[in-house]
């Protein structure tokens, strides 16, 4: 079998998926990521550009559309290049949200359409209006919501069949195509991911010295990709004053970035991170505050030994996805 997997930012949720099918059939990938060598573990690599900006001045509705018909047409005439060099997939394998797999069935009429079904928007019930912090206050905000999901139904009227890596996940999308949709984890890399208990992390704390943590010391995690609402980091700093106090042996260490992943910007120049630490800050002592620890982001190496030594770990999120 002939299958070929699309997403603009290659591996993402099809790292293990990928090499796994390939030991049984023949893998190729196309993606715009041009940091992916032309072979990846044993698989070719098509690279696509993209041939256009998005339009200054488009109606603000429509912004991502736009981008996601660009993407699109690009992944169209990579698409048919593919064919004339006579690669005809059996399967195509796809995450729908950047529009990539808007036409491969113009292509490929033929090949079976999966798509990745990560999330499908709401105007209530998941992540807008979750945290009532941070009310909506846009009276267009139902319909500016349904118009993000145009590039998702255009696909989700061609496709075949669709993974999704949760239940919930899964059932934010129509009664209608939710029949075709099977619940299927990304995969957990067993063999990496466990306990060690011979881990140890080093740090820099703020008199400039290193200190070692191992699983003998207490240890609170928190990760983000970036440190904001979305992920409950707003709820996670609230904790503090209080936990440290109760804790008087843990360490609390968040890493993520500064800037913004998801939902909106914070108001002025400070970062969600700033804003919080400014908010919590006056409620904890000096001692208190010497066993917090921002570590920035992490290589992937590094983020694996923190868990491995992590006491407890906390994941706090808005319904979204995982």
Same mark, same amino acid.
């Given at each position: 079998?002939?299958?070929?997997? /699309?997403?603009?930012?290659?591996?993402?949720?099809?790292?293990y998926?990928?090499?796994?099918?390939?030991?049984q059939?023949?893998v190729r990938?196309?993606?715009?990521?041009?940091?992916?060598?032309?072979?990846?573990?044993?698989?070719p690599?098509?690279?696509?550009?993209?041939?256009k900006?998005?339009?200054?001045g /488009?109606?603000?509705w429509?912004?991502d559309?736009?981008?996601q018909?660009i993407?699109?047409e690009?992944?169209?005439?990579?698409?048919f290049?593919?064919r004339?060099?006579?690669?005809?997939?059996?399967?195509? /394998?796809?995450h729908?949200?950047?529009?990539?797999?808007?036409?491969?069935?113009?292509?490929?009429?033929?090949?079976?359409?999966?798509?990745?079904?990560e999330?499908f928007?709401?105007?209530?019930?998941a992540?807008?209006?979750?945290?009532?912090e941070?009310?909506?206050t846009?009276?267009?905000?139902?319909?500016?919501i349904?118009?993000?999901n145009?590039?998702?139904?255009?696909?989700?009227?061609?496709?075949?069949?669709?993974?999704?890596p949760?239940d919930?996940?899964?059932?934010?999308?129509?009664?209608?195509f939710?029949d075709?949709?099977?619940?299927?984890h990304?995969?957990?890399d067993?063999?990496?991911?466990?306990?060690?208990?011979s881990?140890?992390?080093?740090?820099? /704390?703020?008199?400039?010295?290193?200190?070692?943590?191992s699983?003998?010391d207490?240890?609170?995690?928190?990760?983000?990709?970036n440190?904001?609402?979305y992920r409950?980091?707003?709820?996670?700093?609230r904790?503090?004053?209080?936990?440290l106090?109760q804790?008087?042996?843990?360490?609390?260490?968040l890493?993520?970035?500064d800037?913004?992943?998801?939902g909106?910007?914070?108001?002025?120049?400070?970062?969600?991170?700033?804003r919080?630490?400014?908010?919590?800050?006056p409620?904890?002592?000096?001692?208190?505050w010497?066993?917090?620890?921002?570590?920035g982001?992490?290589?992937?190496?590094?983020?694996?030994?923190?868990l491995?030594?992590?006491s407890?770990?906390?994941?706090?999120?808005?319904?979204?996805?995982?």
């Amino acid at each position: 079998m002939r299958i070929l997997f /699309i997403h603009q930012n290659f591996p993402a949720q099809f790292k293990y998926l990928a090499p796994t099918l390939a030991k049984q059939h023949q893998v190729r990938i196309l993606t715009l990521n041009a940091r992916l060598a032309d072979n990846w573990q044993g698989i070719p690599v098509n690279h696509y550009a993209l041939q256009k900006a998005s339009t200054k001045g /488009i109606h603000p509705w429509i912004i991502d559309f736009e981008a996601q018909v660009i993407r699109g047409e690009a992944t169209l005439y990579a698409a048919f290049n593919l064919r004339q060099q006579g690669f005809t997939p059996d399967v195509i /394998i796809a995450h729908p949200g950047w529009g990539e797999s808007l036409a491969l069935k113009d292509v490929w009429p033929d090949a079976k359409l999966g798509l990745y079904c990560e999330f499908f928007y709401r105007a209530e019930g998941a992540d807008v209006g979750f945290d009532p912090e941070f009310p909506n206050t846009d009276p267009a905000l139902a319909s500016r919501i349904r118009l993000k999901n145009t590039n998702t139904l255009i696909q989700l009227s061609t496709f075949d069949a669709g993974i999704s890596p949760t239940d919930w996940q899964a059932s934010t999308f129509p009664e209608l195509f939710r029949d075709r949709i099977s619940v299927i984890h990304d995969g957990i890399d067993s063999t990496l991911l466990q306990p060690n208990p011979s881990a140890t992390l080093t740090l820099k /704390i703020n008199s400039g010295d290193l200190l070692t943590l191992s699983r003998e010391d207490e240890i609170i995690t928190f990760v983000n990709r970036n440190l904001e609402p979305y992920r409950g980091y707003h709820t996670f700093m609230r904790c503090l004053p209080r936990l440290l106090k109760q804790r008087p042996q843990a360490r609390v260490l968040l890493v993520g970035g500064d800037g913004t992943s998801y939902g909106a910007k914070p108001l002025g120049s400070k970062s969600w991170k700033e804003r919080f630490i400014d908010e919590v800050r006056p409620q904890i002592s000096e001692a208190d505050w010497s066993r917090v620890h921002f570590m920035g982001n992490l290589p992937y190496q590094h983020f694996v030994t923190l868990l491995q030594c992590s006491s407890l770990h906390v994941y706090l999120t808005y319904p979204f996805v995982l």
